[in-house]
């Protein structure tokens, strides 16, 4: 009996040890995707001290900048110095959702394909308001001009009205390429034709902003302001001034909905 009483022992103490190594195992798993999340955060920005260094000094309206000799043009609907803020629902709302994302970036693109419609639903009732920030350091990170291009295009469907910018901003990243080294949206032909998706959005004031890249001079402001932010990447989320972790470490795969509402309401305002 206590001899078969230690077998027992021993096989539950390699059982609890097989679990616990798999569950290490899934950490580091998970922390490797994580240190992608940066939006090739891990695989560009460590080159040559950090292409973080590089991507803020070409941010500006300097040489080779589309955004040099434009008159800078604040979009409608844009909130804090310079407009940089994007906001969407009420300004007395509870609780308040940061998001900071680069329109290249893929595992951006799984933050707002799956947890954008509910920011928007939440934030349409009254629960909590959503504020955009945007970053375009994949363009000098990896060359092309999709985050720069598209995030122009962003501020010119938010002057049309925050709800087009919402839905648009839905159709830029459903239609997001695999690659974020595929610069598929600096063409201003795509980002026109995707804008089709967004009933009344296209007319003739839009179209022009797009393709003149009216907003070019916008643009570079909000690129300064994230790096002014000292967010190391993209996609980051913060409910009330505090990060949380919406991607689950599976691929682009987030938190579900209920999930998020439970991080909402256990990060309440100080």
Request: aromatic fraction near 8%; proline fraction near 6%; charge should be positive.
């Amino acid at each position: 009996m206590a001899s078969g009483g230690r077998k027992k022992d021993q096989r539950r103490g390699a059982r609890e040890r097989l679990l616990a190594e798999r569950e290490t195992q899934e950490r580091r798993r998970r922390l490797r995707g994580r240190l992608l999340v940066g939006g090739a955060l891990a695989a560009a920005l460590v080159i040559a001290a950090g292409v973080g260094i590089y991507a803020s000094r070409s941010a500006g309206s300097g040489a080779g900048s589309e955004a040099g000799g434009k008159p800078f043009v604040r979009p409608a609907h844009t909130a804090g110095e310079d407009g940089v803020v994007v906001p969407y629902g009420r300004e007395d709302a509870k609780d308040v959702v940061s998001v900071w994302l680069d329109p290249r970036c893929p595992f951006c693109a799984g933050v707002e394909t799956g947890l954008g419609p509910t920011f928007k639903e939440r934030a349409a009732a009254g629960d909590y308001r959503v504020e955009y920030h945007f970053a375009t350091f994949l363009d000098g990170a990896l060359g092309g001009k999709g985050s720069k291009r598209a995030l122009n295009a962003l501020g010119a469907a938010v002057n049309e009205s925050p709800e087009k910018f919402m839905d648009y901003l839905q159709v830029l990243y459903g239609n997001h390429p695999e690659k974020e080294s595929d610069d598929t949206f600096g063409s201003t032909a795509t980002l026109l034709d995707l804008a089709d998706r967004v009933p009344g959005l296209r007319n003739p004031g839009f179209d022009k902003a797009v393709k003149e890249l009216t907003y070019m001079p916008w643009v570079d402001r909000v690129s300064k302001a994230f790096y002014g932010s000292g967010k190391k990447g993209t996609p980051v989320v913060e409910v009330n001034g505090k990060e949380v972790d919406v991607l689950t470490g599976k691929g682009l795969e987030t938190v579900t909905p209920e999930a998020f509402g439970r991080l909402v309401a256990a990060n309440p305002k100080p």
